[in-house]
């Protein structure tokens, strides 16, 4: 069974920092992709940031220089880092880990698998 541990998000002013970790947990071959999407009020879910198992990266395109992902170590490539900067009042959102898995046993996927999702709020 796979589950994602995300660290908490929380309330920033504009123009501050944020950082959101990620863990895939459990019993799988490979993490294909990792990373984070977000969801506002009233809109759909959004790519935030991904992580490839090759170590490419995408992003949303209003992330593009403010945001980073990687991963924690080269040890600890089941966690990654999302560094945001230079926040502002649209980044509010629910921002929901994500990973693509495949599988230690049969069906071996690949799945998608999605965290609870953590509020960031940008506000002063």
């Known amino acids: 069974q796979v589950r994602l541990a995300e660290s908490e998000g929380g309330l920033v002013q504009p123009g501050g920092s944020l950082s959101l970790s990620c863990a895939v947990l459990g019993s799988f071959v490979t993490i294909n992709t990792m990373g984070w999407y977000r969801q506002a009020p009233g809109k759909p879910r959004e790519l935030v940031a991904v992580?490839?198992?090759?170590?490419?990266?995408?992003?949303g395109d209003s992330e593009k220089g403010r945001f980073t992902i990687s991963r924690d170590s080269a040890r600890n490539r089941n966690t990654v880092t999302l560094q945001m900067n230079s926040l502002k009042a649209e980044d509010t959102a629910v921002y929901y880990c994500?990973?693509?898995?495949?599988?230690?046993?049969?069906?071996?996927?690949?799945?998608?698998?999605w965290g609870q999702g953590t509020q960031v709020t940008v506000s002063s």
């Open positions: 994500y990973a693509l898995v495949t599988l230690a046993i049969i069906p071996r996927g690949p799945f998608d698998y």
């Open positions: 992580i490839n198992s090759d170590d490419t990266t995408s992003y």
